[in-house]
């Protein structure tokens, strides 16, 4: 009985997947959907062949949405208003919409395929965000499995972000990957400087753009860019600033820091730094420098692993419980924290617990 039941799960699955899969090719063969004109805002028509990506008919345009995943439907960064002509929500975007964004006509981009008419709204912030060209000017090994890439603008020449914000790296086709793909990565140089950008990246073993980055990537070649993106960046209140990231999480806390010790910020500033063991710290002559730099700012590395080649005197375990040690007033304090999902679920708990407000929680998760 078990095994008829079975082998006609196995049957019926088998036939609506090839089923799915014929579909799929006749729309590559046949469908031509004509020209479309996706209208935005009510104000700017663009002219487009139908058939592709919402996302990628806008990027062809030059009208940059964020994409972290590079159009997968992973990440849910490509979000955007539809009014009419997108058809009906699809299974791969509901993961990513709650009730209001539904009710608002919210749509994830890279999954909406342009097949008629279609009007859109999208942010005027987005127009501002342009696709550069850099040449890779050094690579520098911060840890083991970090380096730090110092990317020169060529093309337009400058560039202007807010500390804290990410840009999306486009790397070429290559042999380990036959697509081009876009990765998002913070920016973590100081935003004063409009001539050049620099990046802290962790490889990913087996990761495609991280792969392309670390064994590929050489000083001297040229890259491509958009950006900046994101809204990660320093509140200006005068409320204190708690600052945790670990890993390549330093990144956007670095350009951050560099901002506010360069306009001379008097604001009380703890960053409290998270790694494994000794091996996995690094920039920790420069913050010693911003400690000193900035009239009220505390640098604290803590380990999780300390080994006894370690000889660390430093504090031992996870971020969390420190809290009470470094947040004066729950209350008064804002909190900066990036890096992966899980680390910021428990960080996020971790300050809720001792009554920091949630509205003054900022992140950006390395999903
Ligand atoms: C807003 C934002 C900013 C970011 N900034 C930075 C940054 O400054 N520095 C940085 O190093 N990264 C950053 N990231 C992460 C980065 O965008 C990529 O996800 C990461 O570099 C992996 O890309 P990949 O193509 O090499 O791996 P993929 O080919 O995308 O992934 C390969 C495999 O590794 C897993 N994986 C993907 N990312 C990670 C990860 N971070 N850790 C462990 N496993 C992973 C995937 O699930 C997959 O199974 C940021 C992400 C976001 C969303
Ligand atoms: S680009 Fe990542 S979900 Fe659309």
Redo the contacts with the bound molecule.
């Keep these: 009985m078990i095994i008829l039941i079975v082998n006609t799960v196995l049957i019926v699955s088998g036939i609506t997947g090839f089923l799915a899969l014929l579909l799929v090719i006749a729309d590559l063969l046949f469908a031509n959907y004509g020209e479309c004109t996706i209208s935005i805002n009510g104000k700017k028509e663009l002219k487009v062949k139908g058939g592709s990506s919402l996302l990628s008919l806008l990027n062809e345009n030059k009208i940059f949405l964020a994409s ?1 995943c590079g159009g997968r439907g992973t ?1 849910g960064f490509c979000k955007c208003e539809v009014i009419s002509g997108a058809g009906p929500l699809l299974p791969t975007e509901k993961p990513f919409l709650n009730a209001a964004d539904i009710a608002a006509g919210i749509r994830l981009s890279c999954q909406i395929k342009v097949k008629e008419d279609i009007a859109i709204k999208i942010p005027e912030s987005i127009f501002n965000i342009r696709k550069f060209t850099a040449e890779v000017t050094d690579i520098v090994d911060l840890t083991y499995d970090i380096k730090e890439f110092t990317l020169k603008i060529i093309k337009p020449e400058v560039i202007n972000f807010k500390a804290g914000q ?1 840009v999306q790296l486009q790397t070429p086709p290559y042999e380990k990957s036959r697509q081009s ?1 876009n ?4 920016i ?1 140089s100081s935003s004063s400087r409009e001539d050049q950008i620099q ?4 490889y ?1 073993p ?6 392309y980055l670390f064994q590929y990537l050489k000083q001297g070649a040229q890259i491509n860019f958009t950006g900046p993106f ?1 809204d990660f960046y320093i509140r200006d209140t005068d409320n204190d600033m708690l600052f945790v990231a670990g890993g ?1 999480g330093k ?1 956007p806390i670095k350009s951050m820091l560099e901002y506010l010790s360069e306009n001379n910020s008097t604001r009380r500033m703890v960053y409290m730094f998270g790694a494994r063991s000794r091996k996995d710290l690094y920039y920790t002559e420069l913050f010693e420098k911003l400690e000193k730099e900035l009239p009220d700012f505390t640098y604290v590395p803590v380990l999780s692993q300390p080994t006894e080649e370690c000889e660390w005197q430093g504090k031992c375990g996870y971020v969390p419980p420190f809290f009470p040690e470094y947040i004066r007033d729950p209350q008064k304090t804002e909190a900066y924290l990036c890096g ?1 999902p899980g680390m910021i679920a428990a960080v996020i708990k971790g300050l809720k617990e001792l009554g920091v407000p949630e509205d003054k929680i900022y992140y ?4």
């Design positions: 972290a990440c990410y793909v990765r998002a990565y913070s973590s990046l802290i990246i962790r990913v087996d990761g495609v753009c991280t792969t994101g390549s990144a992966s950006d998760s390395f999903a």
